[in-house]
């Protein structure tokens, strides 16, 4: 897996770490608190850990010649608060990447002081996190996530896993059959937007080994977070149904949704039908009895999906729209179309649905919140109006509704035009990062300035909390260790923070080391947005992520400065001698990695452009030059803890039988290239991985540059309609093929990310 697993603590360490005492005399929630720093490898002379309720989150942690004595508002309180202590003392850090810890001296002297967070909440996770990252994680896994959750103040996580067998158990007690449940459901990494709506049975059936182990390790999940005083957010019933299910049905008010990138129409059940409330019912109450009730239950009816308007339904099956192409002019006229429609119609519709999706969950839930991510309301903006968006949740308590406002860094604003969301709870936050794809990019000058702007102004509402919502992990840890600090505070000057941060991710630290990352950050680290992952409604985080097209020699620049990080990454270089840490050689190579990535852009347009102006001599060099530099970056990005080899090894593990490990693989391929469907999917989650460089990009690329150059010898313009036809039938090949991989990390990775560097201009 892809971060370092749980430290195994033996009986003896454990004794010598954590105090007997103490041990005789915790309270569960106190245990759960110890057993999570025993995870991390919390080593000190004695840890005094004490649980204060307060109004607000906070702790405070003393360290006395190497004792800790620590107390806080809740279990998270306290494994935060002594994690921040100890990463202040240089001896703990956690990140995806792996972990240092560090036992603690009796030299070692520490006061915290009294910290609070202005945040009740600290949330976490997207639902399409689940398709992106996790479809192949164990429990060894999620372990390790949860620690970190606890580490970084996080204790209101999105909870989707193991809901396909309370799927599966009301489809039974609704009369289908294996067979038609077993094809009603996609395949494992494309359950989100199965359970959005966007999409059913793709890739079907469901594996009902993948249901059982994703059913037993949901049970290990929550038992974790509810013991460290976690909120987790559980699944509800949105009124998506089964196609089956809407065929047996005929008289229900079951809609046809329109058809999301390209794929079958799927169905919806207006919650005014009284098979919406006896359902969504039944859902949570068998969800509760086999995975206990929560306090929070994320109904998501409408993501990307317009809700329908008019009564017969018929504007849900025309209308466009969607993130790959909110905001174009086709998309938005066909909004404006639907919601030119009589407002009081439109109004009394939605405040309809919005009234009738929170008493469903109610009805099982009675003391429940019904969450529901904001991302619609700013991707979809032609419709979802001010006005709209009041309508919508006007029948609602407003202590009884959280938002989840998700795209503070896409769609700044919503909040405020919403005016705080007319009353209700709401969670202020960013998505970061989409698809798992993964440029080094982040803002952490905007999430400072950002943030408390969005606290101290007096318009700010029922904010609930904060919180970090990216659709794909392992990528950026710095984005996520800054952004979560910021959420508990003191707010430390970026210089300080990052003091502390590399003495404690390396092992020491240094002014020359602390300027280097300044430079790279102000290089990499000031894009709120990588805005370059659409152009031309084409996904892809670089130009050579994209699949292939002629048009790629107008390619825009890289947000951010090339330059500027480049002299970071040389610095940092300069610096690696005195710090010779795993971990500051994998944020060399993938700074180095994304400098690279760049300049192969560069390279790709320069030959697009010689080939297009019949320059083969000039094609010929670039596209050397191409194929040179994407082996290279490939075998850089193998020191990385991510690869293709990673992730369809995880995928091949989770199968029982050949032909399972087979399906896995290919699925796991699939979701990182082409997706699906005939809408502008393919590369959304593009990777920079070790493997998808030279075996999947690269290869892409020499079709599209061998017929331009033969075009360019013949004098006569590309064909570039039969180039593309060729390489989406070599994508299906190679997302089929069977083929396992493995990648060889560079003996000494510092030395060559400085030798591939060395070469680039």
Known sequence: MPILPPLRVTSLALALALSSTAHAKDTPDVAAARAAMARLGVKAAQVDLSIRPAAHPTYRVRIRHGAIAATGSSPIALVHGVAQALEAKGKL????EGRRAVPLSRADNFDSGEVSSPFDLRAYLNTCTYGYTTPWWNWARWSSEIDWMAAHGVDTPLAMEGQEYVWRALWREEGMDEAAIGQSLS???????????????????????????????????????????????????????????????????????????????????????????????????????????????????????????AEDGSDATNAQYGDSIANTAAANTQAEKVAALPPAVRDARLAAYGEKLYHSITAAAPKATWVMQGWLFGADKAFWTPEAVRAFLSKVPDEKMLVLDIGNDRYPGIWQQTQAFYGKQWVYGYVHNYGGSNPAYGDLGFYKTNMAAALNNPAKGHMAGFGLFPEGLHSNSIVYAYAYDLAWGPKRDLGEWLKTYTAARYGSTSPALVSA?????????????????WWNQMAGAYLFFKRPSATGADYPAAPGDPAALRRGIEAMLAAAPAHPSPLFAKDIVDLTRHYASMRLDDRLKTALAAYKADDVAGGDRARAQISDLARR??????????????????????????????????????????????????????????????????????????????????????DEAATIAHIRAWEEQWVANGKDYAHAAPADPVKAAAQLLKELP
């Open 93 to 96: 850090h956690l990140s995806w």
């Open 187 to 309: 395949a494992a990494p494309f359950l989100p937007w199965q359970r959005m709506g966007n999409i059913a049975g793709y890739r079907a059936p469901l594996s009902p080994g993948w249901i059982e182990k994703k059913h037993q390790l949901q049970i290990k999940i929550l038992a974790r977070m509810r013991s460290l005083g976690m909120k987790p957010v559980l699944p509800a019933f949105a009124g998506y149904v089964p196609e089956g299910f809407a065929k047996a049905h005929p008289k229900a008010r079951i809609y046809k949704m329109r058809s999301w990138e390209g794929f079958p129409p799927t169905y919806w059940l207006d919650p005014s039908d009284p098979l919406f409330t006896r359902l969504a019912r039944r859902f949570i109450e068998i969800y509760n009895a086999t995975y206990g009730a929560g306090d929070y239950y994320l109904a998501d009816a409408f993501n990307e999906m317009v809700p329908p308007i």
């Open 517 to 533: 990352w300044q430079r790279a950050i102000s290089g990499a680290y000031q894009t709120r947005y990588w805005t370059p992952r």
């Open 633 to 718: 970056i490939d075998t850089l990005a193998a020191n990385q803890q991510e690869t293709l080899a990673t992730w369809v090894k995880d995928a091949r593990a989770y199968g029982d039988s050949p032909a399972e490990k087979a399906d896995y693989a290919t699925q796991a391929k699939a979701i990182v290239t082409i997706w699906g469907g005939t809408g502008h999917l393919s590369d959304y989650a593009s990777r920079a991985w070790s493997g998808l460089y030279a075996d999947y990009y690269l290869p892409r690329w020499q079709m599209m540059l061998e017929d331009a150059r033969a075009a360019a010898l013949a004098h006569k313009p590309l």
